[in-house]
């Protein structure tokens, strides 16, 4: 049997993800980390119910984090942020948030290693890390920008 005829004999069986509940992490010090996703990031503490490991629950936009005690296993610090897998966030004000960012990053004790880029409206984004190495990345909205752009270019 060929890989197209077994192919058509499987059942499709349908699975479609409606939306993300939370992203979860792995950090190395709840408290440490609790202050980055809140002074840094601006999330949100929420209640957490108790589970057997130590964690924080945070919120903002449409999202979740859950962080979780445990050994992290962050990208390499060496790595540039835009090389690693990384959670994205879009900011209504781009240049408010790369204000914010570059002041944190000179008084936040721990390094959030701030990569910024603003070349053209398409490329604006920072980058920064969490205590433990993870890569978060700051964007302005220009995503219905390119869609409005490339739909135009169907027609």
Request: net charge negative.
């Amino acid at each position: 049997q060929t890989s197209e005829e077994k192919k058509d004999e499987e059942e499709e069986i349908p699975f479609e993800i409606s939306a993300v509940n939370h992203i979860a992490f792995i950090v190395s010090d709840v408290g440490k980390s609790s202050s980055f996703y809140s002074d840094v990031l601006g999330l949100q503490q929420v209640k957490r119910p108790n589970f057997d490991r130590h964690g924080a629950w945070f919120t903002g936009g449409n999202v979740e984090i859950h962080l979780i005690l445990g050994n992290p296993l962050a990208p390499p610090r060496s790595t540039k942020g835009l090389e690693v897998n990384a959670t994205w966030f879009v900011v209504e004000d781009f240049d408010a948030a790369k204000t914010k960012l570059n002041k944190l990053a000179a008084d936040f004790s721990e390094d959030i290693q701030l990569e910024i880029s603003s070349d053209s409206d398409e490329k604006k984004f920072a980058t920064c890390r969490d205590v433990d190495g993870y890569v978060f990345g700051i964007c302005p909205n220009f995503r219905s920008k390119i869609f409005i752009r490339n739909f135009a270019l169907l027609e």
